[in-house]
Each structure stands twice: as structure tokens, then as C-alpha cells.
């Protein structure tokens, strides 16, 4: 076991973690965060994603004893007290459906926008296709997920 | 009583969004009971082999380890076997060879997967560290995968009771009429068309956590069902988990279906009695491998197709000899599939007088197969309308014009193969989607790709499709053991918010918001006062849940019916308090009024007075709650016009989507986002089937498209946006007048991109799915033709 | 699957012949091999550890050797269980051909998986047995030969 420090959703923890104990296990099993999704085994559906010191990343291929000291944010953690424009847009354009890969096609969405807009590039519908890559929906056929990701990136 | 906002037609954002958006859905992995176990499944790597023995000895001496069951206790408790819950017949009147399913394997195991025993122990990674250490022997037998080659002499028999695999040859329509129709055709299409094998992949895997109560010998089981009021009544009458009034079945947010989430499962059945056996919540959650390998498939038919025309194009005949794969087991709807929700529908939008079907279903050493979204009715579309786009190519027609002459154009029609079709406009269907797609400006389009060096092609499929599934007593006349009717509860409280309690399930098609907005509508309420209660057996007092796009038209039906009970009652209560004829009452704007009068009572005081019941009606029983069932009278007919455009890369094969057009006739639509949410992701899943997806199994019946690194699913650049339409006929079957939207873009994509691609390339003889390899032979066998000639 | 392939090696038949036999010099030479203990003349118990694609898999196994005309030809055929990672069977047609430039050595082997490892590693099944297979003869012809030029093909 191993004591980990790290800062989830704005807030200190502390736990012993085993070795080999998964980020996506830690912040579910024991942080009962269980807005983090695990929808495959490969790292390939991205239902997991969370962000780590501000960077997408998926929690189901990252060691929780790894972000020692790193700064996480979840689903739960995106926004304080009002929705978060991305949140906002998936609602208003229909951009969910049975609701399990939609916090992770929100926190890649949202670092997405951040790297665009850092980088003065524009959020074209084909660049949101091209970045949500590793997040799958069975549900919506993207088509309302890219158009809510376009129109956050106007508000964030 | 219009309620603009928010009622009927109006595009009303989800209540139920926020909690999903913020991360605080509720699905069954989220659940965590005191004292709760995991479970592992040991299961077969090999595709058919007898079970020597098994040895739990080492795992059963890890600390931590609660038990390891195995099939042989599991029958010794007298659990049953796990059954197909609809008998067909063959031809010849024999009942179809239903081979013994135990939720563990005792003798003999019939797929990768099957599982063997199951490991209960206090952590879910000891539970499979522990599963590794049990050790079952195994006598490997021949194995066959292929459907065809499971009705050959030489292939291994999977189920003693089921000789030559075959389950049933069962035929529909007049097979003299329609060889009497080819035989006087002028032409004759001919084909061979397979069916590919899928897996729906729900993005949740599926997963249960039961829970024994031994002072009550009661069960709770938490899980990903689409129906937990059919899993409980599977569970208690066929499977004597317990009896209905012990056993309490709640799915809660559940992350997608499409048909997986219909059926009772070893491993649901596994969880309860092991809960009981140690004494410990058991909670088991597939990973997305174990998915691969438990979830049933879809799909998976091979059939050869003959349809003869007249000089005129008219369809005189259609002949279609169809072997249906439905793996190592019969799922719960499994026999119904390729038989009363394919062949029925191979009349398609057209008038074909001699039809005929003849569907052999065989068991194969593979995942059971059972209903995937559209469920036997996109293997019909596809069927047909890959036939039409083929016969207009060789007739030298525009495909349009050929279907356009073959049209039903009256109702009620009459198919050969027993539908009645009651309503729909084909023609309106056909030119909406022709405008919308700008089909005259395709050769403008086409030319200017190849300018690129692209081939770019079009496609049609005109289909329809048969929802609802019902009235109960026919369905049940044609072999099914359940009524599919639904249920519905509305509860006015005292202070006037109303509850619905549905038998419909909702894992992403929105109920919470547009069953609400029927409510709304009818009793001009805001939609906040209203809330959807659904998923809970101990809350809803029955349902037979969301499949077979069913919710609207029957799950909001019985809605209907129990709100007119209320609204009669309300009219009651208020014309006595107001003293006024009930005929005059009328109901608006959160208030029951005399008509022409300022008399008025507010909904809340009419709850009130309902319960508070110091000044009813005389005789009249206190309270504002009613209940319905609603049986429909006929099945409802979703129907529409798909244009696919594909561009290819000759050099390649790889293919694009550049655009894709949906006109459909839905009947009455309550919600138009919703609607289009779900035209949307139907036509993902049939684009994908078309485009990428295929479950392969090797000779040897290993699955080796068992992860996301192997089965490809669409991603987000894989698809276009989609221009969706409606050209709308009221359905006259249903008091709302709708047929059914969930699996229409399942249904009717398929052909669309295939004869699209078909066009591009110029060579009809393309299979599913259509990757750049299979478009590339495809392209080469078109070169190799032309060098031969 | 099914492998074919051919290597010449700077050694009298009979050395290679009493190589191939020689369970040290195959616990040396089968890549991943932990343990191998004779069991009868011609049966052997080994323990081996492999990792194809993202599956990593301990396989116990029998391995027999059938049809021997020494010192020409035998076929070997194993058969592992790797436990929940599923199974991996096969066998090789192995001849020895003695020249003037040593003896060329001929296999032709045929493998198949389960369970786990074919749902997961099936993609990389051929291009990994191709690999261990080159890898186990750089091992044979080291043991017998001292390191050597690199491997043709």
C-alpha cells in the first residue's frame, strides 16, 4: 500500500492505495465519485475521462499512486454550483441519450476547447470529430455531441 | 388546452439531463449494498467441450474467498433453465428443439463464455484472481460457427434434443403463388445476401448486485434491464429464483439497450441464488471483453432471394429460403426474430400478392443471438430493399421509380405474410427525402468528386417496420408466452403535482420528459408538477418494458387511458363542488373551470378535496389515482425513405459518408429533439453495421473480435451529420396516434450506404460490412470483369 | 495459424538432433520457458510465460514428442493452459537435412488460441509466433554455434 496526497474536485485527500489500484477504481470505489464511467477494459471508450492539473486523461490507464500530489477533476467537480457551459450546451442540444459516456465526451470536450482556444484555433465540427476519437457513443450518432461542443466553445 | 411550451409537438429540453451531465446518474455499478460480495464467472475457453471436472480446491483456500459454485449445486436447488419465452412451430407442426440452458454448465459447455462456476469472494479483483484458480477439465469437441455449415452432415451436434442443429424450418405466405409469380415474370432478380453478425455494445456494461434477505426470504436485485417487471416474473416462473412477491427488481439509470438489456441472464440468475447461498449482497459487473462474450449477438442471417417483375415493373413474385444463426443457446425472444419480426415484413412498402418464406433457425457454437435493435426487421429491409435497388440496375430503372410503382397506396393492406398495414403516405416519404437529399443535383456531384478521383454513389431504402408488437392475443395466437400490453398508474396527490407510474423503461429515450408532456398537455400543467416513476417492481405494479420502439405507442397509450379515468373524476369532483353539469367543466391553465362562468377550482384544490373527501360526490371513493393497461389493436408502421451519398476512394476502398437523408413517418410526435436524438443514433448503429461492425469467429469458434481493439464501432468521424425529415400519417391504431421511432434508423440505413456504395463502385455484389477491403475486392472484381471482356 | 520455415545450422545432424532432444537446451532456447522436466522420453511438463498483445499469460503445459525417426524427423506438440487468458495449442513437423554447410533445419507448425488471448491477441498471433519462433532459433544456433551473424529473412 501506498499513501497517496492529491487535490479531487478542489478538495485535499489522503489514502493508502494498493500498487496497482486504477485512478477510475480509486475515484469510484473509494471516493464513491462514480460520475467516472468504465465502458471498456482497452482504453479505448473514454466514458473515464478525467481531467489531471487541467489535461484530459483517462482514469481507467492511470495508476492512482501516479497523481500523487496531482490536482483531479471529475464530472462532479466541473462546476461550482451553476452548470458548466459544456454541461449546459449537452443538455441544450440534446447531446445525451442514456447518459454513461457523457462525462467523459464532456471532460474531453472541455479540454479540447481549452487547447483550441489556448492555441487561437477554431473548434470546426471536424475538429471536434477528429478530437473526440477516443470517447464512443452508442446512443446520439454524435451528431447533437459535436454541435453541443461547438456551441460551448463560444461560451467558455 | 394547448400548451405551446411544453405539451405535444413542443422540442422540451430533458428533465432528466441534469443529473447525467453532473455526474450524478444512478446505474446499477453505482449501487453498494453492506456487506457486499463480488462475483467472477469461470467460463469456457473453448467453443464445445464435455466438463470433466472441476476443482475449486485451491480457490477455495484464498483468504478472502466466500464460496465457488458451480452448475451442479445451482440445479440441485432447483433453479431452471434458462428458456425462450415465444415457440414456433416448424412447418410440420413439430415444436421448435429447445436445448437445456443452465445458468452454469453441468455436462457440456456450447460457447466461449458459457460460464462453469462462479467464484463469490470479498473484492472484485481477488473474485477474479480466484476464478483463475479453479481448474475444470476439459473434453474440446468439434465446433461449428458458421449457420449453413451447422445444417451439413458433418457437423457436430450441440443439443442432443435438436438433431442437425436445427431448431425449427418454419415458412410464411404461398409458396405455390410465388412460384406461379416468378414463373410468369419477365424478369428475375436473383441474389444471395447475408445478414452480418453484431454486438449492440450499450456504452454500460451490464451488471447486478442481489441482495438476500433471509428474516423475510426476500431478494432484491439491482439491474441493467430494459424490463425489470418481465426479468421478475422469468425469474419466479421459470427460473424459481423465488416467488414474484419475494423477489424485487429496480433498474436504475441504465446506459443503453438496444435489445441486450432485454433478456434474464446467467449471471442475474447466478447473482440471486448466490446472495441466498452466502448470505452476501453479490454484485458482479461485465467488463467489456466478458460483454463480448455474454451480451447476446444481433443479426447473423444467410438468405438467397428471388423476385420476379412484370414488363411494367410490377412485383409478380418473391421467394426468400432464410438460415437464421441463433448460437449455442435460444435466448429469451430469440425464435420470434427471424420469423414473425423478419419474414413478416418482407412485403415491405410494396404490394406483393405471392410471397413466400421458408426460415431454418440452427444452433452454431456462438454467443446466443437474439433482438438487436430493429430486431429482424432491419434483415428484412435490407433483404428487400437491396433487392429493389438491384432489380431497378438491371431492369435499367431508377430505383426510385420502381419502388414508386410497386407502392401500397391503400389502407388497411393486406400482406401475404399476415401484417395489415392501417396508415402511410410512401409517396410523400419518397419526396421529401428526394428534395431534401437534392437527388437532382446529384450528377452535378458526382462528377465534380470525380474531378477528386472519387467515385461517388447514391442509395435508396424504402422501409417499414412493424412496432408494438401486439394486441396480446394475437401475438399470443402466433407462439409468444407473454401479453405485451403496458401498464400505466397516474397519481394526483393532494397537493396537485402528479406521479406516472409506467411500465415502460427509459435507458436514454427521455420518457421522464415526454411522458411528462403528455401530462402537461392534458391537464395544462407545468411540466415541473409532473414526475415520471418507472424501473421498480415494488413501485410500478407491472410492465413489460421498452423494446421494440413500443414506449410511445403502448407505454403512453396506457397513459392516455388511465388520465381519461382521472380527468372523468376530476370533472366529477368539480362540477359537484362548483354545482355545475360535468359537461361544462373544463380544464386549463392550472385550474378546473364552469365554462363561461368565473366559477373555478385550482388542480390543487381538487387534489385536496379528493383526499381530503369532506364534501365528494356521493358514493364517490376518496382519492386521485388510477391505473390502466392498454392492449393495442394492431401492430403500429413506422415506415420512410433513407438517400445515402458515399464518396470511395478507388485507390483504397475507403468510403465516406458525405451525406445522409431521413424522411420518416412516425405518426404523432410528441417531442421533435428527442425524435431526431433517436433517428440519430439508429442510423449510427446502421451505418455502422453496414460500414464496419462484424463479430468474427474463427473455424474453431473463438471470438476474436472479443474488444474495442477488434470490434469497430462508428466514431464521431466516421459519420456525417444527418438531415432528418418527417412527413407524418396518424396512426389510427393508438389514442395518440403514434407508431414508434427507437429503431427506425436502425432499420432503414443499411441498404441505403450499401446500395449507395454498390452505385459508386458499379458492382452489386458487395457484402456487409462494407470496409475499405471488402469495397476494394469489390472495385477489383469490377476491373477484372471489364479487362475479360 | 500456420508457419513454415527453414534454418541452416553449423552443426553435424546428430548434434542438432540431441540438441532438439535435450530438455536444458530447450528450457534455454523456448523463450519465456520458466521450467521443463522430463516426464517419459518422449513427454515433458513445462511451465512458460508469454505476453501477447495486452494479454500476459503463465501457460502450464504437456509437450510430447511423436513420430521420431531419429536423426531425421520428429513433430512436437504442446498444449498450455494459461488459465482465465485461455489456451494455446499447436505442433511442428520438424526434419533435419544434413549438407556440407551443416544441417538445414525444416518446421512446419501449426498453433491455435482461445479463451482471452483470441479475443484479445488475435491480430497479433502471427506476427508473435513468428517471433518467438525466430526467437527460439537464435537461441538454438547460439547455444550450438557461439553468437553468430544476424539471421537472414
Given at each position: 500500500?501506498?499513501?497517496?496526497?492529491?487535490?479531487v474536485?478542489g478538495k485535499?485527500?489522503?489514502?493508502e492505495?494498493?500498487?496497482?489500484?486504477l485512478?477510475?477504481?480509486?475515484?469510484?470505489e473509494?471516493?464513491?465519485?462514480?460520475?467516472?464511467?468504465i465502458?471498456?477494459?482497452?482504453?479505448?471508450?473514454?466514458?473515464?475521462?478525467?481531467h489531471?492539473?487541467?489535461k484530459?486523461?483517462?482514469?481507467?490507464?492511470?495508476?492512482?499512486?501516479a497523481?500523487?500530489?496531482?490536482?483531479?477533476?471529475?464530472?462532479?467537480?466541473?462546476?461550482n454550483?451553476?452548470?458548466?457551459?459544456?454541461?449546459?450546451?449537452?443538455?441544450?442540444?440534446h447531446g445525451?441519450?442514456?447518459?454513461?459516456?457523457?462525462?467523459?465526451?464532456?471532460m474531453?470536450?472541455?479540454?479540447?476547447?481549452?487547447?483550441?482556444k489556448?492555441?487561437?484555433?477554431?473548434v470546426?465540427?471536424?475538429?471536434?470529430?477528429?478530437?473526440l476519437?477516443?470517447?464512443?457513443?452508442?446512443?446520439t450518432?454524435?451528431?447533437?455531441?459535436?454541435?453541443?461542443?461547438?456551441?460551448?466553445?463560444?461560451?467558455? | 388546452?394547448?400548451?405551446?411550451?411544453?405539451?405535444?409537438?413542443a422540442?422540451?429540453?430533458?428533465?432528466e439531463?441534469?443529473?447525467?451531465?453532473?455526474?450524478k446518474?444512478?446505474y446499477t455499478?453505482?449501487?453498494?449494498m453492506?456487506?457486499?460480495?463480488?462475483?467472477?464467472?469461470v467460463?469456457?475457453?473453448?467453443?464445445?467441450?464435455?466438463?470433466?471436472?472441476?476443482d475449486?480446491?485451491?480457490?477455495?483456500?484464498m483468504?478472502?474467498?466466500?464460496d465457488?459454485?458451480d452448475?451442479?449445486q445451482l440445479?440441485?436447488?432447483?433453479?431452471?433453465?434458462?428458456?425462450?419465452?415465444?415457440a414456433?412451430?416448424s412447418?410440420?407442426g413439430?415444436?421448435m428443439?429447445?436445448?437445456?440452458?443452465?445458468?452454469l454448465?453441468?455436462?457440456?459447455?456450447r460457447?466461449?463464455g458459457?460460464?462453469?462456476a462462479?467464484?463469490i469472494?470479498?473484492?472484485q479483483?481477488?473474485a477474479?484472481?480466484?476464478?483463475?484458480?479453479?481448474e475444470?477439465?476439459?473434453?474440446?469437441l468439434?465446433a461449428?460457427?458458421?449457420a449453413?455449415?451447422?445444417?451439413?452432415?458433418s457437423a457436430?451436434?450441440?443439443?442432443?434434443?435438436?438433431?442437425g442443429?436445427?431448431?425449427?424450418?418454419?415458412?410464411i405466405?404461398d409458396?405455390?403463388?410465388?412460384?406461379?409469380?416468378?414463373?410468369?415474370?419477365?424478369?428475375?432478380?436473383?441474389?444471395?445476401?447475408?445478414?452480418?453478425?453484431?454486438?449492440?455494445?450499450?456504452?454500460?456494461?451490464?451488471?447486478a448486485?442481489a441482495t438476500?434477505?433471509?428474516?423475510?426470504?426476500?431478494?432484491t436485485?439491482?439491474?441493467?434491464?430494459?424490463n425489470?417487471?418481465?426479468?421478475r416474473?422469468v425469474l419466479s416462473?421459470f427460473?424459481?429464483?423465488?416467488?414474484?412477491?419475494?423477489l424485487?427488481v429496480?433498474?436504475?439509470?441504465?446506459?443503453?439497450?438496444?435489445?441486450?438489456?432485454?433478456?434474464i441472464?446467467p449471471?442475474?440468475?447466478?447473482?440471486?441464488?448466490?446472495?441466498m447461498?452466502?448470505n452476501?449482497?453479490?454484485?458482479?459487473?461485465?467488463?467489456?471483453?466478458e460483454a463480448f462474450?455474454?451480451?447476446?449477438h444481433?443479426?447473423?442471417?444467410?438468405?438467397?432471394?428471388?423476385?420476379g417483375f412484370?414488363?411494367?415493373?410490377?412485383?409478380?413474385?418473391?421467394?426468400?429460403?432464410?438460415?437464421?444463426?441463433l448460437?449455442?443457446?435460444?435466448?429469451?425472444?430469440?425464435?420470434?426474430?427471424?420469423t414473425?419480426?423478419?419474414?413478416?415484413?418482407?412485403?415491405?412498402?410494396?404490394?406483393?400478392?405471392?410471397l413466400h418464406?421458408?426460415?431454418?433457425?440452427?444452433y452454431?457454437?456462438?454467443?446466443?443471438?437474439?433482438?438487436?435493435?430493429?430486431?429482424?426487421?432491419?434483415?428484412?429491409?435490407?433483404?428487400?430493399?437491396?433487392?429493389m435497388?438491384?432489380a431497378?440496375?438491371?431492369?435499367?430503372?431508377?430505383?426510385?421509380?420502381?419502388?414508386?410503382?410497386?407502392?401500397?397506396r391503400?389502407?388497411?393492406?393486406?400482406?401475404?405474410?399476415?401484417?395489415?398495414?392501417?396508415?402511410?403516405?410512401f409517396?410523400?416519404n419518397?419526396?421529401?427525402?428526394?428534395?431534401?437529399?437534392?437527388?437532382a443535383?446529384?450528377?452535378a456531384?458526382?462528377?465534380?468528386?470525380?474531378?477528386?478521383g472519387?467515385?461517388?454513389g447514391?442509395?435508396?431504402?424504402?422501409?417499414?417496420e412493424?412496432?408494438?408488437?401486439?394486441?396480446?392475443?394475437a401475438?399470443?395466437?402466433?407462439?409468444?408466452?407473454v401479453?405485451l400490453?403496458?401498464?400505466?398508474?397516474v397519481r394526483v396527490n393532494?397537493?396537485?403535482?402528479i406521479?406516472?407510474?409506467t411500465?415502460?423503461h427509459?435507458?436514454?429515450?427521455?420518457?421522464?420528459?415526454?411522458?411528462?408532456?403528455?401530462?402537461a398537455?392534458r391537464?395544462?400543467?407545468?411540466?415541473?408538477?409532473?414526475?415520471i416513476?418507472?424501473g421498480?417492481t415494488d413501485?410500478?405494479?407491472?410492465?413489460?418494458g421498452?423494446?421494440?420502439?413500443?414506449?410511445g405507442?403502448?407505454?403512453?397509450?396506457a397513459?392516455v387511458?388511465?388520465?381519461d379515468?382521472?380527468e372523468?373524476?376530476?370533472r366529477?369532483?368539480?362540477?359537484h363542488?362548483?354545482?355545475a353539469s360535468?359537461?361544462?367543466?373544463v380544464?386549463e391553465?392550472g385550474e378546473?373551470?364552469?365554462?363561461?362562468t368565473?366559477?373555478a377550482?385550482?388542480?390543487?384544490?381538487?387534489?385536496l378535496a379528493?383526499?381530503?373527501?369532506h364534501n365528494?360526490?356521493?358514493?364517490?371513493?376518496?382519492?386521485?389515482?388510477?391505473?390502466?393497461?392498454?392492449?393495442?389493436s394492431n401492430?403500429?408502421?413506422p415506415?420512410g425513405?433513407?438517400?445515402?451519398?458515399v464518396e470511395?476512394?478507388p485507390?483504397?476502398?475507403?468510403?465516406?459518408v458525405?451525406?445522409?437523408?431521413?424522411s420518416?413517418d412516425?405518426?404523432t410526435?410528441?417531442?421533435?429533439?428527442?425524435?431526431?436524438?433517436?433517428?440519430?443514433?439508429?442510423?449510427?448503429?446502421g451505418?455502422g453495421?453496414a460500414m464496419?461492425?462484424?463479430?468474427?469467429?474463427?473455424?474453431?469458434?473463438?471470438l476474436?473480435?472479443?474488444?474495442?481493439?477488434?470490434y469497430?464501432m462508428?466514431?464521431a468521424?466516421d459519420?456525417?451529420?444527418?438531415?432528418?425529415?418527417?412527413?407524418?400519417?396518424?396512426?389510427?391504431?393508438?389514442?395518440?396516434g403514434?407508431?414508434?421511432?427507437?429503431?427506425?434508423?436502425?432499420?432503414g440505413?443499411?441498404?441505403?450506404v450499401?446500395?449507395?456504395?454498390?452505385?459508386?463502385i458499379?458492382?452489386?455484389?458487395?457484402?456487409?460490412p462494407?470496409t475499405?477491403?471488402?469495397?476494394w475486392?469489390?472495385l477489383?472484381?469490377?476491373t477484372a470483369?471489364?479487362?475479360?471482356? | 495459424?500456420?508457419m513454415?520455415?527453414?534454418?541452416?545450422?553449423?552443426a553435424?545432424?546428430?548434434?542438432?538432433?540431441?540438441?532438439?532432444?535435450?530438455?536444458?537446451?530447450?528450457?534455454?532456447?523456448?523463450?519465456?520457458?520458466?521450467?521443463i522436466?522430463?516426464?517419459?522420453?518422449t513427454?515433458?511438463?513445462?511451465?512458460?510465460?508469454q505476453?501477447?498483445?495486452p494479454?500476459k499469460a503463465k501457460?502450464s503445459?504437456?509437450i510430447e514428442?511423436?513420430n521420431?525417426?531419429?536423426?531425421?524427423?520428429?513433430?512436437i506438440?504442446?498444449?498450455g493452459?494459461g488459465?482465465?487468458?485461455?489456451?494455446?495449442?499447436?505442433?511442428?513437423d520438424?526434419?533435419l537435412?544434413?549438407?556440407?554447410e551443416?544441417t538445414?533445419?525444416?518446421?512446419?507448425?501449426?498453433?491455435?488460441?482461445?479463451?482471452?488471448?483470441?479475443?484479445l491477441?488475435?491480430?497479433?498471433?502471427?506476427?508473435?509466433?513468428?517471433?518467438?519462433?525466430?526467437?527460439?532459433?537464435?537461441?538454438?544456433q547460439?547455444?550450438?554455434?557461439?553468437?553468430?551473424?544476424?539471421?537472414e529473412?
Amino acid at each position: 500500500m501506498t499513501k497517496v496526497k492529491m487535490t479531487v474536485n478542489g478538495k485535499a485527500v489522503t489514502r493508502e492505495v494498493s500498487g496497482e489500484t486504477l485512478l477510475s477504481e480509486f475515484l469510484r470505489e473509494d471516493l464513491r465519485l462514480t460520475g467516472t464511467h468504465i465502458g471498456c477494459d482497452t482504453s479505448q471508450c473514454g466514458a473515464c475521462v478525467v481531467h489531471i492539473d487541467g489535461k484530459a486523461v483517462k482514469s481507467c490507464t492511470t495508476l492512482a499512486a501516479a497523481t500523487d500530489g496531482a490536482e483531479v477533476t471529475t464530472i462532479e467537480g466541473l462546476a461550482n454550483g451553476d452548470l458548466h457551459p459544456m454541461q449546459a450546451a449537452f443538455k441544450e442540444h440534446h447531446g445525451l441519450q442514456c447518459g454513461f459516456c457523457t462525462p467523459g465526451m464532456i471532460m474531453s470536450g472541455v479540454d479540447m476547447v481549452n487547447r483550441y482556444k489556448a492555441e487561437g484555433r477554431e473548434v470546426t465540427a471536424e475538429a471536434v470529430r477528429h478530437e473526440l476519437e477516443g470517447n464512443i457513443c452508442r446512443c446520439t450518432g454524435y451528431h447533437n455531441i459535436v454541435k453541443a461542443v461547438q456551441d460551448a466553445a463560444t461560451k467558455m | 388546452m394547448a400548451n405551446g411550451a411544453t405539451g405535444i409537438g413542443a422540442r422540451v429540453k430533458r428533465k432528466e439531463d441534469k443529473r447525467f451531465i453532473t455526474g450524478k446518474g444512478k446505474y446499477t455499478d453505482d449501487v453498494r449494498m453492506e456487506n457486499q460480495a463480488y462475483a467472477a464467472f469461470v467460463r469456457s475457453p473453448h467453443a464445445h467441450a464435455n466438463v470433466k471436472s472441476i476443482d475449486k480446491s485451491a480457490a477455495l483456500a484464498m483468504e478472502g474467498v466466500v464460496d465457488v459454485l458451480d452448475g451442479h449445486q445451482l440445479t440441485g436447488d432447483g433453479i431452471g433453465n434458462i428458456i425462450c419465452g415465444w415457440a414456433v412451430a416448424s412447418k410440420d407442426g413439430s415444436p421448435m428443439n429447445m436445448g437445456a440452458w443452465s445458468a452454469l454448465a453441468t455436462q457440456k459447455v456450447r460457447y466461449v463464455g458459457d460460464a462453469v462456476a462462479v467464484v463469490i469472494a470479498d473484492t472484485q479483483a481477488l473474485a477474479r484472481i480466484a476464478a483463475e484458480a479453479v481448474e475444470v477439465e476439459y473434453e474440446e469437441l468439434p465446433a461449428v460457427v458458421k449457420a449453413d455449415k451447422a445444417l451439413t452432415k458433418s457437423a457436430p451436434e450441440i443439443h442432443d434434443n435438436a438433431p442437425g442443429n436445427l431448431i425449427y424450418n418454419w415458412e410464411i405466405g404461398d409458396a405455390a403463388k410465388a412460384d406461379a409469380g416468378l414463373a410468369a415474370a419477365k424478369h428475375i432478380t436473383e441474389m444471395e445476401i447475408t445478414n452480418n453478425r453484431v454486438s449492440p455494445n450499450p456504452m454500460e456494461p451490464r451488471s447486478a448486485v442481489a441482495t438476500y434477505d433471509e428474516a423475510e426470504e426476500h431478494y432484491t436485485l439491482y439491474t441493467t434491464s430494459q424490463n425489470p417487471h418481465v426479468a421478475r416474473l422469468v425469474l419466479s416462473a421459470f427460473y424459481n429464483v423465488a416467488p414474484e412477491h419475494k423477489l424485487r427488481v429496480i433498474a436504475p439509470d441504465v446506459g443503453g439497450g438496444f435489445g441486450a438489456k432485454i433478456y434474464i441472464y446467467p449471471e442475474e440468475i447466478t447473482c440471486l441464488w448466490a446472495s441466498m447461498k452466502t448470505n452476501r449482497s453479490v454484485k458482479w459487473t461485465s467488463d467489456r471483453s466478458e460483454a463480448f462474450i455474454t451480451d447476446a449477438h444481433g443479426r447473423d442471417h444467410i438468405s438467397t432471394a428471388k423476385m420476379g417483375f412484370d414488363e411494367n415493373g410490377k412485383i409478380t413474385g418473391f421467394k426468400v429460403d432464410t438460415i437464421a444463426n441463433l448460437g449455442a443457446y435460444m435466448s429469451l425472444f430469440s425464435s420470434s426474430v427471424p420469423t414473425y419480426l423478419y419474414a413478416t415484413l418482407l412485403s415491405g412498402q410494396y404490394d406483393i400478392q405471392n410471397l413466400h418464406a421458408n426460415v431454418r433457425a440452427v444452433y452454431t457454437n456462438t454467443v446466443p443471438v437474439d433482438a438487436y435493435r430493429g430486431a429482424g426487421r432491419p434483415e428484412a429491409c435490407y433483404l428487400i430493399e437491396r433487392m429493389m435497388e438491384t432489380a431497378a440496375r438491371e431492369m435499367g430503372m431508377k430505383p426510385a421509380e420502381l419502388r414508386a410503382r410497386n407502392f401500397v397506396r391503400e389502407f388497411p393492406h393486406e400482406t401475404p405474410v399476415i401484417m395489415t398495414y392501417d396508415s402511410g403516405d410512401f409517396d410523400a416519404n419518397l419526396a421529401q427525402a428526394e428534395e431534401a437529399a437534392d437527388v437532382a443535383g446529384f450528377p452535378a456531384r458526382q462528377a465534380e468528386a470525380a474531378k477528386r478521383g472519387k467515385l461517388r454513389g447514391l442509395g435508396y431504402s424504402c422501409y417499414i417496420e412493424a412496432c408494438g408488437i401486439a394486441p396480446s392475443a394475437a401475438v399470443g395466437g402466433l407462439g409468444a408466452g407473454v401479453g405485451l400490453w403496458e401498464s400505466a398508474e397516474v397519481r394526483v396527490n393532494p397537493v396537485g403535482t402528479i406521479e406516472i407510474l409506467t411500465g415502460s423503461h427509459s435507458h436514454g429515450q427521455g420518457h421522464e420528459t415526454t411522458f411528462a408532456q403528455i401530462v402537461a398537455e392534458r391537464f395544462d400543467l407545468p411540466l415541473d408538477n409532473v414526475a415520471i416513476v418507472h424501473g421498480d417492481t415494488d413501485k410500478v405494479q407491472f410492465g413489460m418494458g421498452t423494446y421494440g420502439s413500443r414506449s410511445g405507442a403502448v407505454g403512453m397509450s396506457a397513459i392516455v387511458k388511465a388520465m381519461d379515468k382521472v380527468e372523468a373524476k376530476v370533472r366529477k369532483i368539480a362540477a359537484h363542488q362548483l354545482e355545475a353539469s360535468e359537461d361544462d367543466i373544463v380544464i386549463e391553465g392550472g385550474e378546473v373551470k364552469v365554462a363561461g362562468t368565473d366559477k373555478a377550482l385550482g388542480w390543487h384544490e381538487i387534489g385536496l378535496a379528493a383526499y381530503t373527501a369532506h364534501n365528494l360526490p356521493p358514493e364517490m371513493e376518496p382519492g386521485l389515482k388510477e391505473s390502466a393497461f392498454y392492449d393495442p389493436s394492431n401492430f403500429t408502421f413506422p415506415a420512410g425513405c433513407y438517400i445515402c451519398e458515399v464518396e470511395v476512394d478507388p485507390d483504397t476502398g475507403t468510403t465516406e459518408v458525405v451525406q445522409f437523408t431521413a424522411s420518416d413517418d412516425f405518426g404523432t410526435i410528441i417531442n421533435p429533439m428527442i425524435v431526431e436524438g433517436q433517428v440519430h443514433g439508429g442510423l449510427a448503429q446502421g451505418i455502422g453495421q453496414a460500414m464496419m461492425e462484424q463479430v468474427i469467429y474463427d473455424d474453431d469458434g473463438q471470438l476474436i473480435t472479443g474488444s474495442y481493439m477488434d470490434y469497430t464501432m462508428p466514431r464521431a468521424a466516421d459519420l456525417p451529420f444527418y438531415s432528418v425529415h418527417h412527413a407524418s400519417t396518424v396512426c389510427p391504431g393508438n389514442p395518440l396516434g403514434m407508431k414508434g421511432c427507437g429503431e427506425a434508423g436502425a432499420i432503414g440505413s443499411p441498404p441505403a450506404v450499401i446500395n449507395a456504395i454498390t452505385d459508386a463502385i458499379g458492382n452489386n455484389n458487395l457484402s456487409m460490412p462494407a470496409t475499405p477491403q471488402n469495397v476494394w475486392n469489390a472495385l477489383q472484381a469490377v476491373t477484372a470483369s471489364q479487362a475479360a471482356e | 495459424m500456420d508457419m513454415t520455415g527453414e534454418h541452416t545450422i553449423a552443426a553435424p545432424r546428430e548434434a542438432v538432433w540431441a540438441a532438439l532432444n535435450d530438455v536444458e537446451v530447450l528450457k534455454l532456447c523456448i523463450p519465456g520457458c520458466e521450467e521443463i522436466e522430463q516426464t517419459s522420453p518422449t513427454t515433458m511438463e513445462a511451465k512458460v510465460v508469454q505476453k501477447i498483445g495486452p494479454v500476459k499469460a503463465k501457460f502450464s503445459g504437456a509437450i510430447e514428442l511423436q513420430n521420431i525417426d531419429a536423426p531425421n524427423s520428429y513433430t512436437i506438440q504442446g498444449e498450455g493452459n494459461g488459465g482465465v487468458a485461455g489456451f494455446a495449442k499447436g505442433g511442428a513437423d520438424v526434419s533435419l537435412e544434413e549438407t556440407p554447410e551443416g544441417t538445414i533445419l525444416r518446421y512446419e507448425a501449426h498453433a491455435q488460441i482461445g479463451g482471452k488471448l483470441a479475443r484479445l491477441g488475435s491480430r497479433l498471433i502471427d506476427a508473435t509466433a513468428k517471433k518467438l519462433a525466430a526467437k527460439f532459433f537464435d537461441n538454438f544456433q547460439e547455444h550450438l554455434n557461439g553468437p553468430e551473424q544476424p539471421e537472414e529473412g
